[in-house]
């Protein structure tokens, strides 16, 4: 649902971001699904989601993966064919791994911390609608919804608050909020945990009917730079979704967030420990799956 699209805008408040293809970005673009924390379990296997299907029934065609960037697939599919034509490179690195180095580069060059990538991953050969239900937790989960689904993949609940960080980056679509900022319940028209300075710039920006290719930072502080602000943010009610304010609106959590929100270098170490163990969910090595020639098809057999 989101790539990072790092926008110009170094102000304060919602970085609206046009999804058209216009407007200016920066030189580094570079794409991960670590933007949408609801997308965090998922961003290793994303090589399934590159794949085409002439018939619609591929993962990039489900409802939740419809609003993925064009442009960000191009840039696996660029490095992919970049490194295949050095010869000695030649079908040994699979588009797992050229994802997984492209995550932690984006991060790196948005003055992230740096570290080493396990590499060996093997690509999946299938591709399918059906697989992506019930696998992305949502932008209106609550905290027991996000550590139950973080938890069925061996994730702790700091490793889920630290990779949630990620949040200090990228895009949503104004879709993912909107019923936090317009008639949220009978009692109040704006979610009572949303800052409500912060809730009147977002329905100025995602006005009613608002077009659909429009986004907006996940960060309002420092969309451009991986820090802890997203941390800092959530302690004032500006967690643009549910998912994220809840992390501290919920009291068993909250601890880590005030930590983290002050603590750059504990962040960042479990952060990199989250992302460590991320990296070795459900992946494929040895014999399973294939070193893909083509990240958009699979291997002739």
């Known amino acids: 649902m989101a790539w990072p699209l790092l926008s110009s805008n170094k102000g304060t408040g919602p970085v609206p971001m046009n999804r058209k293809g216009t407007g200016a970005l920066p030189n580094h673009l570079i794409p991960t699904r670590l933007s949408y924390a609801e997308d965090a379990l998922r961003i290793f296997s994303l090589p399934e989601v590159i794949l085409a299907s002439p018939s619609g029934n591929a993962e990039k065609d489900a409802p939740d993966d419809i609003s993925l960037a064009g442009d960000g697939f191009d840039t696996v599919i660029k490095a992919k064919m970049a490194v295949e034509s050095v010869s000695k490179c030649k079908n040994k ?10 995550i932690r580069d984006v991060i790196v060059l948005s003055g ?18 059906s697989s992506v239900g019930g696998h992305l937790p949502l932008a209106r989960f609550n905290y027991k919804q996000l550590r139950s689904m973080f938890a069925s993949h061996g994730l702790s609940e700091v490793d889920l608050i630290a990779l949630s960080g990620a949040h200090t980056i990228g895009f949503s679509h104004c879709n993912q909020f909107s019923n936090r900022i317009y008639n949220y319940n009978s009692q109040s028209s704006i979610d009572p945990t949303l800052h409500q300075g912060y809730a009147k710039q977002l329905q100025q920006a995602c006005p009613k ?3 659909p290719r429009i986004a907006i930072a996940l960060d309002p502080t ?27 609106t919920t009291r068993k959590s909250r601890r880590v967030v005030n930590a983290f929100a ?11 420990a ?15 799956g294939e070193v893909r020639h083509d990240c958009r098809v699979v291997n002739n057999l």
Do not use: H, M
């Not at 690195?93 to 492209?102: E, G, K, N, P």
């Not at 911390?113 to 609608?129: C, M």
């Not at 800092?232 to 643009?240: A, R, S, T, V």
């Open 222 to 248: 420092s969309p451009q730079r991986f820090d802890n602000s997203f941390y800092k943010n959530i302690q004032q009610g500006k967690g643009l979704l549910a998912s994220d304010q809840t992390l501290y």
């Open 262 to 272: 002050s603590n750059t270098t504990l962040f960042e170490r479990e952060f990199i």
């Open 112 to 129: 992230g911390p740096d570290y080493k990538v396990e590499l060996g991953r093997r690509d999946g050969r299938t591709s399918t609608k």
């Open 93 to 102: 690195v699979s588009c797992a791994d050229i994802l997984a180095l492209a």
């Open 209 to 211: 009917g608002v077009d």
């Open 274 to 288: 989250a992302i460590t163990r991320l990296g070795r969910v459900g992946v494929k090595t040895g014999k399973q």
